[in-house]
């Protein structure tokens, strides 16, 4: 998990939602991106065995910070988590699994925004469920065949998903329907603008609509 200046209550959501995974062990590494309360971060991380803590000495951003948690990491099985982001107790659990069972390289699940008063945003494309790019599970020895997350400011995860399948093949890359991750959608911040570009507008319109109606 990489953070900078985050909302300390969502975090702590973020953080308990894999520390108290079902049937797997876990752990938890988060890179302080050099947030303004990073006191606040390290002292939460301090009420959990399973969590270690690193602070980052320059912002760097989010895939700098994700490669950085990679090669600190001790297990074999990774994954990424949002820091205002939700997963499912069953999340980790189910992928482990489905990478077994499939012989993938990759597995993903999707993913059902929610905005700050609890109700679901419909994502691109007018569609509720979407898929969940951050959720990529897999085997850290796949960095060895195609390279670490390219230490772009946005949309590293998708770039990554990309040249997987290019190098190892559509089948490496299983995306399952399944909605196990939950994020916390906001159209006003950076990566929502990077994410959605030319439709933004059009899905800033559509998500109103729905409040509206919602709201009758």
Do not use: W
Not at 109 to 120: A, D, K, L, P
Not at 198 to 215: G, H, M
């Amino acid at each position: 998990m990489t953070t900078y200046n985050p909302d300390i209550q969502y975090l702590k959501i973020a953080i308990d939602s894999i520390v108290k995974q079902n049937y797997v062990q876990t752990e938890l590494i988060i890179v302080d991106d050099h947030s303004e309360n990073s006191r606040e971060i390290e002292n939460i991380t301090k009420n959990y065995r399973s969590v270690r803590y690193f602070k980052n000495e320059t912002n760097n951003g989010t895939y700098k910070s994700r490669n950085k948690a990679i090669d600190l990491c001790k297990y074999s099985i990774i994954t990424f988590q949002d820091d205002d982001d939700i997963s499912h107790p069953d999340r980790l659990y189910y992928q482990c699994k489905e990478l077994e069972k499939t012989g993938a390289s990759i597995v993903a699940v999707s993913h059902i925004r929610f905005n700050e008063q609890g109700r679901v945003q419909i994502d691109s494309g007018c569609k509720i469920k979407s898929d969940g790019p951050v959720t990529m599970l897999f085997n850290k020895s796949i960095f060895d065949k195609i390279g670490k997350f390219s230490e772009v400011r946005s949309r590293g995860d998708v770039e990554f998903r990309s040249r997987s399948i290019r190098i190892l093949g559509k089948d490496a890359f299983v995306q399952q329907e399944i909605p196990l991750y939950f994020s916390k959608g906001s159209m006003n911040n950076l990566s929502s603008i990077f994410e959605y570009g030319i439709d933004y507008p059009k899905l800033a319109l559509q998500r109103k609509i729905i409040e509206v109606k919602n709201d009758e």
